[in-house]
């Protein structure tokens, strides 16, 4: 992910985008255990994949000079070839912006050896989706309706969750690496937690466009829907993805 995906607003200002949004929170909650992580899901997996590993608030680290030390030297420890951005967001970013409450990493540790195996980034941001409401489905007023009021020029204004990075420890050995989609679940089950403190409806993530669409796939397969597309501040092609949290 860019990491000017972490102060950015998001807008949805086409029907298509907003219809698209729309349907992906309304999709029927999926049976398959491997793309959720939530309540009727088959609780061994689910049970198996928080055994298996610990997540650690990078915070935690954060209230002590010795632990921050710490934390420095785990944080070294992490590899991203194939995406640097992932790494040098980690080794320069994640403890500044922890700090100023921008956005706040989470280390994924194996839980029998210790070895950090990867990590990901949560946020909120805004997102406004601008309608003419006469022209928007009934599926889509049902479901951004209860959401918020429209405003007197008919957009829609409330807050999403962002998975602001995600990235695995490549500089672990092969066995030991995380499996990309158990990391992508550990990131959708601390936002689940999330929303059930504080509410909320949707999780967001923006990707690259990469080699073979490596990327894009790999989200949707994990149940993430493409609504959008922009143009990053770097000038690279960003798909913009969504889902329902459950
Ligand atoms: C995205 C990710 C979590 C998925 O994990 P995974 O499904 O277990 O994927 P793997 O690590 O097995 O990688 C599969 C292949 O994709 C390649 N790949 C990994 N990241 C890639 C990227 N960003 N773009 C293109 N190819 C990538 C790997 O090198 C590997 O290629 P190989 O089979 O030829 O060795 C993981 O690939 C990753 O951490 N990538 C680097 C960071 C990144 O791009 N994060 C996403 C930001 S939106």
Known sequence: MPTSSIPYSFSITTIESAEKFAAALDQEKPQDSSTSVSGA???????????????????????????????????????????????????????????????????????????????????????????????????????????????????????????????????????TRIDGKDLLRLAYKTVLEMKRRIGGVAVLLECEDSENDFLKNFYLDNGYAVFGERVSDENKKLYQLVKSIW
């Open 41 to 175: 899901e088959d609780e061994t997996s689910c049970r198996k994949l928080e055994e298996s590993y610990k997540i650690v608030n990078i915070n935690e680290y954060l209230s002590d000079p010795s632990l921050e030390q710490k934390l420095l030297s785990i944080l070294d420890e992490f590899r991203s070839p194939k995406n640097e951005n992932v790494e040098c967001f980690l080794k320069k970013d994640a403890i500044a912006f922890a700090k100023n409450g921008q956005a706040v990493s989470y280390l994924v540790f194996r839980a029998t050896t210790d070895e950090f195996v990867g990590y990901f980034t949560l946020c909120t941001r805004p997102i406004t989706i601008a309608s003419t409401s006469n022209t928007m489905s009934n599926a889509f007023k049902e479901r951004i309706e209860p959401l918020c009021t429209p405003d007197e020029n008919g957009t829609y204004s409330f807050f999403v969750y962002l998975i602001a990075q995600l990235g695995k420890n490549y500089g672990v050995s092969e066995s």
